[in-house]
């Protein structure tokens, strides 16, 4: 990336007398964006353009046709996955909703001491991958779980909460309810105190109030965190996949592509209506919330007035946190009693507890462990490295398409991990690696590209944050005091976005590491196979179960210390830039 | 849209928060449709109490009545009054019509004479146009406007307005002072008005209180307080006021104020002990030539102001301001000039320590 207004020492380079009409010339920055925008464009937009042209492609001629689509909805067990998905997606919104709304409407309306507890129980269900937990869930609130014997026994009936699609909603609902929480609390905070008090000025209160003003002004928060859960639960393979619940659209789709081929045509139908449904859900949701940005804290005023609980209300308050942080846990606690116990099946809790599963898992999964250290690692540097240069080119050039970059990047919100593990096995079947003698699709660095590409569009969010925050002045400085655009960028962006870009490393690196949807698809071998994999192969047998939970445990405290980690880190930054402008 | 016009009583208000004293002893009468200003620096407590008024933030010890009624155990929904918030507080998510028409619902008013109600409303506004706006659409003067309207049509008590000018740009102020002003005298409502600002105050209210630290520092007409300021803190706060520490002595029937430098004025109302005087720039004229009643000063700096002049005049042991007409052609006094003051003596304010 140098400079291209500089006339290079000692005469014209080769590269300066060749035409320009060949060579058009190129600042640095266009050449590191449009190499961005080829690696964008072959690993991600040509994938998912090939999945859906199959899905419009005769499998036997080779020519369009919408037959597959009509041999879909043809077929009852589709058309009963196609209802079954969106009767969980939506159900899972709903009771997420339930669990979110109090918790957020408690947190932001009165002193509660509790409030700590709440926000990090925001982070708690985010750092275990939902089909971890799911296990752990049938052990406790299945048909002969924890839950269920008691009741049997002291009260003679049970709840089917795991039953069929009961458990993938319960299970999706209890890890997604945070996206409603963190979105609707910050709605909730960013209303200014002064909307509520001219309701009441004009004589409203209590539930008129909130429902006549408060929650509508929240409205743009809320959807925003129910349309991710919606698109979420729809796009989910791993949960229903553990929980055996196969009558859905995205494990459809896995089970006919390894099962029945990759050539099989309904995969790809499948894998359109997920993207078709991702598309319209945030379309929808960006119809609705259109010209309402609602955030009205003035300058000085603090969101809503806060008021103390009353004795009775605190202690409905509690109550309510206490048991929804049990639910919340539920799948936590589940899972380390799995892994510390011997046998545990018609029994409330374990026969007897034991470290041998964590003995087993150690023997059996270093090499799980290894290779997503290694995916996850690769994963994340190159997000944080595409980030921050897709960042540096929307925000500080000009060049043309720019946003184009930031929109290419994004769209990977929108593509289910299943679709883009069945777009890389058709797109990359065919094309061998130099030197490796593996298709591409098999070699296990595309696993590595696969979980980079999923989780840029937040890596890319971090680094964007990151740079906004440093003042275009402090670049001109540098600028200004003798130092070429490169210089500028190596010793004064990048050093002060590296807080950002660190937590955003963290961030990719902990929740690849347990992404499972697209590296189901690609894993070719065990010994390839990341712990994701590496758990879904334990828990597939019950004698593996023990040691399934261990490796869950172990998914768990990476996650967990990923988290914490840039936590630390986006504090620690937070801090140091407000000591340097204070001085 | 006339309601019956009623007082407020406040009567020994006391608050806090935590530790802070926000308000301390506030004893006011405000009369029935009058327009009073609360107006002081910001930290003052005028905006408090005007909550308080409302029935906003913690609850103060003591009494607020309007028209008679205590309403300070009363939660804000039950006092009826109407309060403009200085940011509006347009909901963003209702229409113009369905900002303005929120409070008539929230009194289970029937939707046939919601309408009329809220088309008057806008009309006494202006606004009538406007009614299926979002608020987002609307210019800041207009939404004020509509703030207005959405208050006074459920015909409070009494009307409070939190420095509801303070988001306009300046032409757009003195218009929109003028305007509700005119309003308030047509519904008649008695009204307080919050400002920092001592023009706007001047302008609209028929009484005002100065605060200062929580405590009402002088109540009276903008005229009183500014000719007649009872402590140091309100001669100084409203205008500018050049202030003299001193005492004052009597020679026969003379009493004489004798600064701290031995300067000495003759003045012409009773005054006793020590204290200071405070001088009006515009009381206070140049001379060449002393007499015996002239202050010896020396002229440090002047500033052209267009139908003024004024200079800053270093004088009995302190730095004068004084203002001195201009009229086309007149040169006026240069800096590093030695001059004397000739004090108009019966504007000057004694106030004892």
């Known amino acids: 990336m140098t400079s291209s207004s500089r006339p290079a020492a000692g005469g014209r380079s080769l590269a300066d007398r060749l035409p320009d009409a060949l060579f058009p010339k190129l600042s640095g920055p266009a050449i590191v964006g449009l190499f961005i925008a080829i690696f964008l464009g072959g690993f991600l937009i040509f994938p998912v353009l090939q999945v859906i042209y199959v899905a419009f492609q005769d499998p036997g001629s080779g020519a369009l046709t919408l037959r597959n689509f009509g041999d879909f909805f043809a077929t009852s067990l589709f058309r009963e996955s196609f209802v079954n998905s969106f009767y969980v997606s939506a159900m899972s919104v709903v009771f997420a909703t339930l669990i979110a709304l109090p918790l957020a409407y408690i947190t932001t309306r009165f002193n509660f001491g509790g409030a700590m507890i709440v926000q990090s129980l925001g982070f708690i269900p985010l750092i275990m991958p939902p089909f971890v937990g799911a296990v752990a869930m049938q052990l406790i609130f299945g048909r002969n779980g924890t839950v269920n014997l008691l009741l049997r026994e002291h009260f003679g009936f049970t709840i089917p909460f795991m039953d069929g699609l009961n458990g993938v909603i319960l299970v999706q609902s209890i890890h997604y309810f945070p996206f409603i929480l963190i979105n609707l609390s910050t709605s909730l905070r960013n209303i200014d105190r002064s909307m509520e008090e001219a309701a009441q000025n004009l004589g409203s209160h209590g539930m008129r109030l909130f429902r006549k003003i408060v929650f509508p002004l929240a409205m743009p928060g809320y959807i925003a965190g129910a349309v991710l859960v919606f698109i979420k639960v729809f796009d989910d393979l791993g949960t229903p996949l553990l929980l055996n619940v196969n009558n859905m659209l995205a494990p459809q789709a896995y089970l006919r592509i390894t099962s029945v081929g990759i050539s099989d045509p309904m995969g790809y139908v499948i894998s359109v209506i997920l993207v078709a449904f991702s598309v319209l859900s945030l379309w929808a949701s960006f119809l609705v919330m259109r010209g309402k940005d609602y955030a009205t804290v003035q300058k000085g005023g603090g969101g809503l007035a806060r008021r103390d609980l009353k004795t009775r209300e605190k202690v409905l308050a509690y109550g309510a946190v206490a048991l929804i942080l049990l639910l919340v846990l539920s799948p936590h606690i589940g899972l380390l009693l799995l892994s510390l116990g011997t046998v545990w099946s018609y029994a409330p809790l374990p026969d007897g507890y034991t470290l041998q599963n964590y003995v087993t898992m150690w023997e059996n999964s270093q090499q799980y462990i290894a290779n997503t250290l290694l995916y996850a690692g690769l994963a994340a540097l190159g997000d944080v490295i595409i980030g921050t240069a897709i960042a540096y080119i929307v925000l500080r050039t000009g060049i043309w398409g720019r946003k184009g970059l930031d929109y290419l990047a994004t769209a990977a919100l929108a593509v289910p991990g299943v679709v883009l593990g069945i777009g890389y096995l058709r797109s990359f079947q065919g094309i061998d690696v130099p030197f490796v003698g593996e298709p591409l699709a098999s070699w296990w660095v595309i696993i590595a590209i696969a979980l980079m590409i999923r989780r840029l569009p937040y890596a890319l969010r971090a680094c964007m944050a990151a740079l906004q925050q440093v003042s275009h002045a402090l670049e001109e400085a540098a600028e200004n005091l003798g130092a070429s655009k490169t210089r500028t960028i190596r010793r004064i962006v990048i050093p002060l976005m590296m807080g950002g870009i660190l937590a955003g490393f963290v961030t990719s690196f902990a929740t690849a590491a347990v992404e499972l949807s697209a590296t189901i698809m690609l894993v070719s071998s065990d010994a390839d196979s990341p712990l994701a994999y590496g758990i879904y192969l334990f828990m597939q047998t019950p004698s593996g179960r023990g040691a399934g939970a261990a490796l869950g445990i172990v998914a768990v405290v990476i996650v967990g210390l990923g988290t914490l980690l840039s936590q630390i880190i986006v504090e620690r930054d937070k801090k140091l830039k407000t000591q340097s402008g204070d001085h | ?353």
């Open chain 2, 1 to 353: 849209m006339t309601t019956e016009m009623v007082g407020i009583e406040i009567e020994d208000l006391h608050l806090a928060f935590g530790k802070t004293k926000v308000l301390t002893g506030v004893n006011l009468t405000i009369e029935p449709g009058e327009f009073f200003a609360f107006l002081g620096p910001s930290g003052s407590g005028k905006s408090t109490l005007l909550r308080s008024i409302a029935g906003f933030g913690p609850q103060p010890e003591g009494h607020i009545r309007i028209g008679g009624k205590d309403v300070v155990d009363l939660p804000p929904w039950k006092r009826n009054v109407g309060m403009v918030f200085q940011s509006y507080a347009l909901w963003p998510h209702l229409s113009v019509r369905e900002n303005v028409a929120f409070g008539l619902k929230e009194r289970k008013m029937p939707s046939s004479e919601i309408g009329p109600r809220v088309a008057a409303a806008l009309d006494l506004v202006g606004l009538k146009h406007l009614a299926e706006r979002m608020p987002n659409q609307l210019s800041g003067g207009q939404q004020q406007r509509i703030a207005l309207a959405r208050t006074v049509v459920v015909e409070p008590k009494v009307l409070l307005l939190d420095e509801p000018l303070s988001n306009l740009d300046a032409s757009l102020r003195v218009q929109m002072r003028r305007e509700l002003l005119a309003l308030q005298r047509k519904l008649g409502l008695t009204t307080i008005f919050v400002t920092h600002d001592q023009e706007e105050a001047n302008t609209t209210s028929d009484r005002m209180a100065v605060l200062d630290g929580g405590v009402i520092q002088q109540i009276g007409t903008p005229q009183t307080l500014y000719d007649t300021p009872e402590n140091l803190f309100v001669a100084s706060f409203l205008g500018t006021a050049n202030i003299l520490e001193g005492k004052v002595e009597r020679d026969g029937g003379d009493i004489r104020f004798v600064a701290g430098t031995g300067d000495k004025l003759l003045l012409s109302s009773e005054a006793d002990g020590t204290g200071a005087i405070v001088l009006r720039p515009q009381n206070i004229a140049i001379t060449d030539r002393p007499d015996g009643d002239t202050l010896s000063g020396r002229i440090l700096h002047r500033e052209f102001l267009g139908s003024q002049i004024r200079y800053i005049v270093q004088a009995a042991g302190t730095e004068m301001v004084v203002d001195q007409g201009h009229k086309a052609g007149e040169a006026g006094y240069l800096p590093e000039t030695d001059v004397h003051l000739k004090v108009n003596t019966q504007s000057a304010v004694w106030i004892p320590q």
